[in-house]
Structures are given as C-alpha cells and as structure tokens.
C-alpha cells in the first residue's frame, strides 16, 4: 500500500539556518502531496500541496518540490525562525486511497533562540 | 469563511464511561468530514470519513463509532471508554474530491483514567 517516509524524528536548528525536512512516499500513479504544520496542543495547519511533478508548492517562506523520480517532496527554507517550532507532517492522497490521507511519522523542529 | 468548532476543549473520563464528541463545520455546504485520533507525541490516525449525511465509513475502528446526523455535524461516541482512547481527537472537513485538502479543527483532548 501507499506510504510515507520522514527519516528524520527531531531537527535542531539556530535562528536564520537554512532547513530540509525530508519526505519520500511510495504510491501507484500520481498522488497529491501535502506538507501540514501542527503547533503543541493544536490541530494540524496547512501548509501547501502539489499535484504533479515539478510543480513547487509554498507558503509562509516554506517550499517543496514535487519529485516523482525520486519520489520525494522535501521541505525547505532559507532561513528558520524560533516561531517555526513545531511538528511538521508529509501526507499523501491518491485516487485509490478512499479519501485516506497517508501521514508521514511527523518530524519535530526545535530552533534554538 | 469556513469554521470548524470542535467539543468539548477536553475532557477527563472514567475508564468504561461513555463518550460523545462533537464537530460543526460552518460556511461550507455538504462538505466530506472525517475523524483522526493522534497519541501523544504520535502521529495521525484516521478514524472515520463521511462524504454525506448518514454515511460514515470506517477506517480503523478502535471500539469507536461514528455518526453524522446533519451535513455540517460530526460525532464520535462509545459506550464504554478504555484507557487506550486517551489522546487527541481532530475533526477535519474537505470538499468533495478523493485527493482534496484536508482541514482540521481544533481538537479536543481526552484522557482516561
């Protein structure tokens, strides 16, 4: 079946570092994916999504890039701040998938002041 | 604007209590609904979907089941409450599509003792 991958649990960063959360998925065709943002004791904010390959989705400074070679859609940005502290989720959803999204196990970024 | 209201904030139960949970979805007409349960520290699982009023479809059950008795309201009950039902519970709501963007509520925190 369908799956996630985040490989990293926890990223440590200092204010203004450049940050990559990695997410690789398995899925038949062509899933959309998405990138949510959970804040402690909140329910889990999005971010953005693609759809097909190439095409880069962003919001609030954040990007990812659809790669359907390498089956991946890692998060990126150029420069953290202590508010982007939080846990941040990779999903799926394919058309097979019965509106299931597929999370990812959620990777927690701490960034020290 | 689309709200979604999720209740109560929290609750503390006791183990082989009942439980009822409830979500309204607000300015979104007919929208698919579903129920995820988060552990502490752990990722989302889905629970339940509803694409239409007296429709729901089970994804992983957990001795939990679910209704939904108008188009904009969502709700989560047992009879009989076990310690493992302790976590996080999020509403979330989507347009129609298999592969359309979820978004969540704000959650409510149940623990049992």
Not at chain 1, 55 to 73: D, I, L, P, V
Not at chain 2, 92 to 108: E, H, I, K, V
Request: charged letters at 15%; hydrophobic letters at 35%.
């Amino acid at each position: 079946g369908d799956s996630v991958t985040q490989t990293e649990g926890q990223v440590a960063l200092s204010e203004e570092d450049f940050l990559t959360i990695h997410c690789n998925y398995s899925a038949s065709g062509y899933p959309a994916l998405f990138w949510y943002v959970q804040y402690p004791g909140e329910g889990p904010q999005f971010l953005f999504r693609a759809s097909r390959d190439k095409e880069k989705g962003s919001s609030r400074g954040f990007e990812a890039t659809y790669n359907k070679e390498a089956t991946s859609f890692h998060l990126q940005k150029a420069s953290v701040q202590e508010s982007d502290s939080a846990v941040y989720y990779c999903a799926l959803s394919d058309l097979d998938s019965n509106y299931q999204l597929i999370w990812g196990s959620g990777t927690k970024l701490i960034i020290k002041p | 604007a689309q709200t979604i209201h999720q209740w109560p904030v929290a609750e503390i139960k006791a183990v082989g209590s009942p439980l009822s949970l409830g979500c309204t979805i607000k300015g979104k007409s007919s929208p698919n609904l579903y129920w995820y349960w988060q552990a502490t520290g752990g990722t989302l699982q889905q629970l339940f979907y509803s694409i239409t009023v007296g429709q729901v479809e089970s994804v992983v059950q957990l001795n939990l089941s679910a209704s939904r008795p108008k188009d904009d309201q969502f709700i989560l009950s047992t009879e009989k409450l076990l310690l493992s039902h302790s976590g996080f519970y999020l509403c979330a709501w989507s347009l129609r599509g298999r592969r359309d963007t979820q978004y969540f509520g704000p959650g409510t925190r149940l623990l049992v003792l």
